[in-house]
T-cell receptor, first 111, second 111 residues
């Protein structure tokens, strides 16, 4: 069974569209994250949720809105997509020991 | 989080031990050293972590100097599947802390 899963794996869309990426973890962890990896391969934290509450927001534009319907899910909605949003987005969940488990990534391409 | 310095790239012959160094001279007393790796197109994968004692698991060994200002990740018998970018990260070891990734070391295993 996949521990952290993301859908879709690939997402190609036009500038200005609104899209969502879904993340689910079956590990029973309380904390989940979204990371962004840009074309230069820098991997940076975007958001963190603990038990459905936002605890980290790393100055991400308001067009990005995470939503956590329950502690096993952390979805990312992006409004008015821009070319610079093209990246690989990774979801992760955090065990109490501090170990983070990452999903396979969602490759977003904005045309 | 303290910053880390790693070589940009390294090569290692298949079957040999791969030794990946990391400098973290500003590490605080409550910060652990974590190692993750990212195999091409996949999400980062936890390898090992430690505070001040050397650690070993089924994947690797971690050697931390006595002053804790540097560490070395050792892959004892490197295989082609170990080709990846290896990230050395320091962070406090409690549940919600984000991971701050640097540029990592691109390790290439040579057949």
């Amino acid at each position: 069974d996949t521990a952290v899963s993301q859908t879709p794996k690939y997402l190609v869309t036009q500038m200005g569209n609104d899209k969502s990426i879904k993340c689910e973890q079956n590990l029973g962890h309380d904390t989940m994250y979204w990371y962004k990896q840009d074309s230069k391969k820098f991997l940076k934290i975007m958001f963190s949720y603990n038990n459905k509450e936002l605890i980290i927001n790393e100055t991400v534009p308001n067009r990005f809105s995470p939503k956590s319907p329950d502690k096993a899910h952390l979805n990312l909605h992006i409004n008015s997509l821009e070319l610079g949003d093209s990246a690989v987005y990774f979801c992760a969940s955090n065990h109490a020991s501090g170990l983070q488990y990452f999903g396979p990534g969602t490759r977003l391409l904005v045309l | 989080d303290a910053k880390t310095t790693q070589p940009t790239s390294m090569d290692c012959a298949e079957g040999r031990a791969a030794n990946l160094p990391c400098n973290h001279s500003t590490i605080s007393g409550n910060e652990y050293v974590y190692w993750y790796r990212q195999i091409h197109s996949q999400g980062p994968q936890y390898i090992i972590h430690g505070l001040k004692n050397n650690e070993t698991n089924e994947m690797a060994s971690l050697i931390i100097t006595e002053d804790r200002k540097s560490s070395t990740l050792i892959l004892p018998h490197a295989t082609l599947r170990d080709t990846a970018v290896y990230y050395c990260i320091v962070r406090v070891d409690f549940g919600n802390e984000k991971l701050t990734f640097g540029t990592g070391t691109r390790l290439t295993i040579i057949p």
